[in-house]
């Protein structure tokens, strides 16, 4: 594991998407095995470690218009951060999360993309602070250029 990220430190824009996708799931998986065993066998084998190479990612691929599943991949880690928060009655972490996932939500939703119309229903099916809602919502719109194609 450590390979790999010393060579995408290295080599940034060589890499292939797929594979740093791979490595993410990889990554997670890890992870939550161990949350379930709660055996950490390495050091970088924690959320901050995640989200961080996540970050780095989407540095590189953040803007690119074939990169939905990473996006995908980030905020489905961030709800299950939130579920597993929420079954262990973590309220700090809970809500520290919930305000990174909604910050995800209006980064990704903060560029013009095919699939943005279906990233505005599934963020506003999960956001549930009304106010933070109509903050979103003014960026969308901005955004939002379908209605000018039609």
């Not at 490595?23 to 095995?33: A, G, H, S, V």
């Not at 989407?58 to 074939?66: H, R, S």
């Not at 095919?114 to 602070?129: I, N, T």
Request: net charge negative; with cysteine.
């Amino acid at each position: 594991m450590t390979i790999f990220y010393v060579n995408f430190k290295l080599f940034k824009l060589h890499l292939d998407l797929n594979i740093c996708r791979k490595y993410i799931k990889f990554y997670i998986q890890l992870y939550q095995e161990s949350l379930l065993t709660e055996n950490i066998k390495e050091d970088m084998l924690d959320i901050k470690s995640i989200r961080s190479t996540f970050e780095e990612f989407l540095d590189v691929w953040g803007l690119d218009f074939n990169n939905s599943k990473l996006w995908d991949l980030y905020i489905d880690f961030e709800k299950g951060n939130i579920a597993h928060f929420a079954k262990n009655s973590d309220e700090i972490n809970y809500c520290q999360t919930s305000n990174l996932l909604r910050s995800l939500y209006r980064r990704r939703l903060s560029f013009p993309r095919l699939d943005l119309d279906l990233v505005w229903k599934e963020y506003s099916k999960w956001e549930e602070d009304n106010s933070e809602l109509k903050k979103t919502q003014e960026k969308y719109k901005q955004v939002n250029f379908s209605d000018n194609y039609i």
